[in-house]
């Protein structure tokens, strides 16, 4: 089992730049693909970024192609998300996620709190 908690949301104007953190407990993080969420007010979650066991392999979704980049430290049980020219668009709670087998957009296992994320125009 593993635990996550997200951290680095904040408010930025549109064009600048956040850069999330996803840190996850116990000492098997590098069996773990993991993945980033975000789910807007009255929308539902939506699938971000996803990263594999290496970081060799990642998945974006379209709306993000170009702007964010997922990374991980397996050194350092932590995922990250950095985002650039944000889009008031953007602004949403996102959340990492977990998960023992390579699906990329979707069946993660285990989830963090969220962190809020809000984009001023």
């Known amino acids: 089992q593993v635990q996550l908690v997200e951290s680095g949301g904040g408010l930025v104007q549109a064009g600048g730049s956040l850069r999330l953190s996803c840190a996850a407990s116990g000492r098997t993080f590098s069996s773990y693909a993991m993945g980033w969420f975000r789910q807007a007010p009255g929308k539902e979650r939506e699938f971000v970024a996803a990263?594999?066991?290496?970081?060799?392999?990642?998945n974006y979704a379209d709306s993000v192609k170009g702007r964010f980049t997922v990374s991980r430290d397996n050194t350092k049980n932590t995922m990250y998300l950095q985002m650039n020219s944000l889009k008031p668009e953007d602004t949403a709670v996102y959340y990492c996620a977990a998960s023992l087998t390579w699906r990329a957009t979707y069946g993660y296992d285990y989830w963090g709190q969220g962190t809020q994320v809000t984009v001023s125009s």
């Open positions: 990263i594999n066991w290496s970081g060799g392999r990642t």
